[in-house]
């Protein structure tokens, strides 16, 4: 009996000690469940509900503020949306601005996961040091595959897959009703980004090319090159495409802060396409479009604005 009754002991005291060791400072299991997530720049192993997130995307931000997900970090020395301006506030660390992130300040939130798109792609391997580090840039060449991968990978890390899978069918279901409304008006439409004194034209494909991939809004000019920075046009060229339907994204109202398209762009050239005589040059919000694209409330958001327009 005696001799059993170490055995045990000796068991009990085994177990605990293996507990402890299991067990960080802060009071945490060691033993968390994680994931292998695959994307464009490698596989990265993420524990599920992570805790401490680093945002480098603002359709992500988007995404995660919906869904009512916790952030610790996010790039406040760049222009964060308006309707995210809640995490301009200090209870959030900034950790610099989405082309420069701050290495140190990483380093010192040493976060479960980063989450970056785009403009931080060649910063992936410094990153991935610190944090584990996925990418979810949305690839506007298929535009909603991508973003609906996107929004699967946030669904399996943070257990939000049901809720996903009813703000994606709510998406759809808008898509087709706005498509069917593009095929019955049948108007032509051409997307400029104003900067400053100049301005560029996107076609299919492109970085706003869903209008016309997605929307099924025709193109007035089907052969636009396909460029991150759109192609450089004059206002000419306006003109000599004559849209029905002008949409103008304003990048000075969110990068320089001051809004200067509506001067830039109807101006006398501009005045003699049937966009502007028929009262259809259209400001699209550039917090959407420029600066949050490829979330779930932007999207919804991009789907209304659409919508809207063809009316």
């Known amino acids: 009996m005696r001799k059993a009754f170490w055995i045990i002991t000796f068991g009990l005291i085994a177990v605990l000690v293996a507990g402890c060791s299991n067990t ?7 033993n968390k469940e994680t994931i292998t997530v695959s994307h464009e720049l490698g596989e990265t192993e993420v524990v599920k ?5 680093v945002v480098f995307d603002f359709g992500v931000l ?5 869904l009512g997900i916790e952030i610790a970090g996010v790039p406040q020395s760049s222009t964060i949306p308006e309707y995210l301006s809640k995490y301009s506030d200090n209870s959030y660390e900034n950790v ?28 992936y391997d410094q990153l991935r040091e610190i944090a584990p580090t996925v990418y979810l840039g949305v690839d506007a060449s ?10 699967s990978v946030i669904g399996t890390i943070f257990n939000k897959k049901e809720e ?22 049948s108007k032509e439409a051409l997307i400029i980004l104003a900067n400053d004194d100049k301005i560029s034209a996107y076609g299919p494909s492109s970085r706003f090319g869903l209008i016309h991939d997605v929307f099924g809004v025709p193109a007035s000019d ?17 003109v000599e495409q004559n849209p029905d339907l002008l949409y103008v994204i304003d990048r000075g109202a969110v990068v320089g802060g001051q809004s200067s398209a509506k001067q830039l762009v109807e101006n006398q050239l501009v005045k003699k396409t049937n966009a502007y005589k028929n009262d259809r040059v259209i400001y699209l919000d550039p917090d959407y479009w420029y600066l949050s694209g490829g979330g779930l409330v932007s999207v919804a958001e991009m789907i209304k604005e659409i919508e809207t327009s063809l009316k």
Do not use: W
């Not at 610099?96 to 785009?118: C, H, R, V, Y």
């Not at 298929?142 to 929004?151: H, I, L």
């Open 24 to 30: 960080d400072a802060s009071g945490d299991t060691g």
């Open 49 to 53: 509900n992570p805790k401490k997130i």
């Open 62 to 66: 988007d995404t995660l503020d919906k």
């Open 96 to 123: 610099g601005s989405l082309k420069e992130p701050d290495f140190e300040k990483l380093a010192q939130i040493n976060p479960d996961l980063i989450i970056i798109s785009g403009r931080q792609a060649s910063l």
């Open 142 to 151: 298929k535009y909603m595959d991508s973003f609906k991968e996107n929004m």
């Open 164 to 185: 996903i899978d009813q703000e994606l069918q709510k998406i759809e279901q808008s898509i087709a009703y706005l498509k069917q409304q593009a095929t019955n008006s």
């Open 222 to 238: 089907k052969g636009i090159e396909v460029s991150t920075h759109g192609m450089n046009v004059s206002f000419e060229y306006v």
